[in-house]
Every structure is written in structure tokens, then in C-alpha cells.
């Protein structure tokens, strides 16, 4: 069974860091591009960014210079770093997989076929 399984989530200040986590489990994740979306109260999911196969990367114009994306093959995991965070990255942090490339559509969600169950991030004073 295809899983994806994020952590890393938590409340940090502005200003602060977070790291998260994408796991996955029953299959193999340097066989996919995988995305990490976002979701805020009352706001559309938007994607945060993409990383592919071959390890290209795609950012949203509101995280570039402050979120990177990176895998680990060994450990079949994803990681968010997300560092100078403010209020408006307060949301639910989900990662998906789709095929081998992120594309020039990756920001939209409904290309990710597989999902996690999402991480709470809250920046807040």
C-alpha cells in the first residue's frame, strides 16, 4: 500500500525554522516527483514547491529564498526546510507524489495523485 506520512510540524515564532518530513512507505520515492502544498483556514491549497525526479525544484514565488526541498533516496524521505518564517506560512503542510517530473503544472494539486495526512504549521508570537 502506497503511504505518505508527514512530520515535523509545530508551532515556531516568526522568524524561526521548521523542518518537515515526507515519508513514504510501499514504494519508492526517487521514482517520483514529489510537492509539499499548503492549505490555510478559509484559503485554496496552493503549492509550496517540487522536487523531481532527477532532483530539478520549482518554488511558489512566496517561499523562494527561504524554503528548500531535498531528498534523501537512502531513507526514501523529503524534506522541507523552512527557515524566516512569517504568520502567512501558518497552514496545513501536505506532501504528494505524482510521476517522474514536476512540470511546468506542479503547482496544482490535482496532478499528485498519492497524499499524506498533512502537518500543522503555525507561526505565530
Known amino acids: 500500500q502506497l503511504q505518505l506520512v508527514e512530520s515535523g510540524g509545530g508551532l515556531v515564532q516568526p522568524g524561526g525554522s521548521l523542518r518537515l518530513s515526507c515519508a513514504a512507505s510501499?514504494?519508492?520515492?526517487?521514482?517520483?516527483?514529489i510537492g509539499w502544498f499548503r492549505q490555510a483556514p478559509g484559503k485554496e491549497r496552493e503549492g509550496v514547491t517540487c522536487i523531481s525526479s532527477g532532483a530539478g525544484t520549482k518554488f511558489a514565488d512566496s517561499v523562494k529564498g527561504r524554503f528548500t526541498i531535498s531528498r534523501d533516496n537512502a531513507k526514501n524521505t523529503v524534506y522541507l526546510q523552512m527557515n524566516s518564517l512569517s504568520v502567512e506560512d501558518t497552514a496545513i503542510y501536505y506532501c504528494?507524489?505524482?510521476?517522474?517530473?514536476?512540470?511546468?503544472?506542479?503547482?496544482?494539486?490535482?496532478?499528485?495523485?498519492?497524499w499524506g495526512q498533512g502537518t500543522q504549521v503555525t507561526v505565530s508570537s
Open positions: 510501499g514504494f519508492t520515492l526517487d521514482n517520483y516527483a
Open positions: 504528494a507524489a505524482r510521476g517522474l517530473l514536476c512540470g511546468s503544472s506542479w503547482s496544482s494539486w490535482g496532478g499528485f495523485g498519492y
